[in-house]
């Protein structure tokens, strides 16, 4: 058995905890969070008052916010073993050069719901390649999707991944808004949410583009946009209508 120690214990860190415990391949002999709330009503969890006197493990994992792993990983002492922070868009030298380093970075929007950790893609990087395999030992035994990837490549897909989901997200609050101004309801909009993203294992997502802006539809996105009077989400549709017009190669 591996033996893990987990520092944050806000989303993704409960989660960590949780697959690693229902796996068979690690043990978390430690967890810490400066937050002492954050593990009402868990049990025999094997918490640590201070982080800095962990027991002797072979991979600590840090799961804190970005700003913070710099000073964590500087304070742990060298029973941390291989010290690899959970962040997409912190590169690795991010962890504090007298611990052996890596990254372990699970592509998926973490909340208090149950998630399948075999469908998560996780992304690996290393400065050694015997640190590199310990890794990918840990994260193959939670996922089927395993990746190599450098801290310039993941910024990236950090950064795509905040297209895809932050932004999207905020999208529907935006429709949630426009829908219960006018008393109807969010979830009429569910079946084709669901459909959007789920045609997207068939085609890519500019194959898929639908709606106004891609039929050159100028009566329907006046009409809109007036819709939108004195609204702050007006010059947001006139954005995103032009992005789609000339990433589509339309005119409007």
């Not at 029973?79 to 868009?89: D, E, K, R, Y």
């Not at 719901?113 to 992304?123: E, G, K, L, Q």
Request: aromatic fraction near 8%; hydrophobic fraction near 40%.
């Amino acid at each position: 058995m591996i033996r893990v120690s987990i520092i944050g214990f806000g989303n993704v860190g409960t989660h960590l905890y949780t697959a690693f415990s229902d796996g068979p391949m690690a043990e978390v002999v430690a967890v810490y969070s400066r937050n002492p709330q954050r593990f009402d009503g868990w049990e025999d969890l094997p918490v640590v008052s201070d982080f800095t006197s962990l027991p002797e493990v072979d991979c600590t994992l840090i799961a804190v916010a970005d700003d913070a792993i710099a000073a964590v990983s500087s304070a742990l002492s060298t029973t941390a073993g291989l010290v690899a922070h959970t962040s997409g868009n912190a590169p690795l030298d991010a962890i504090d050069e007298k611990h052996r380093s890596g990254v372990f970075y699970p592509l998926q929007s973490f909340s208090k719901r149950p998630v399948a950790f075999s469908t998560i893609p996780i992304c690996l990087e290393a400065e050694t390649e015997a640190s590199y395999q310990l890794l990918t030992t840990l994260a193959s035994s939670l996922s089927e999707r395993v990746v190599r990837i450098d801290s310039a490549a993941r910024a990236r897909l950090h950064l795509a991944a905040v297209f895809a989901n932050n932004f999207v997200n905020h999208l529907y609050s935006v429709s949630e808004k426009i829908l219960a101004e006018h008393e109807l309801d969010f979830s009429l909009l569910h079946p084709l949410i669901l459909e959007t993203a789920q045609r997207l294992s068939e085609v890519a997502p500019s194959e898929a583009q639908t709606g106004p802006a891609v039929r050159e539809d100028q009566q329907t996105i006046k009409k809109q946009l007036h819709l939108l009077n004195d609204s702050a989400f007006q010059a947001l549709y006139q954005q995103l209508t032009k992005s789609i017009a000339t990433t589509h190669g339309k005119k409007l």
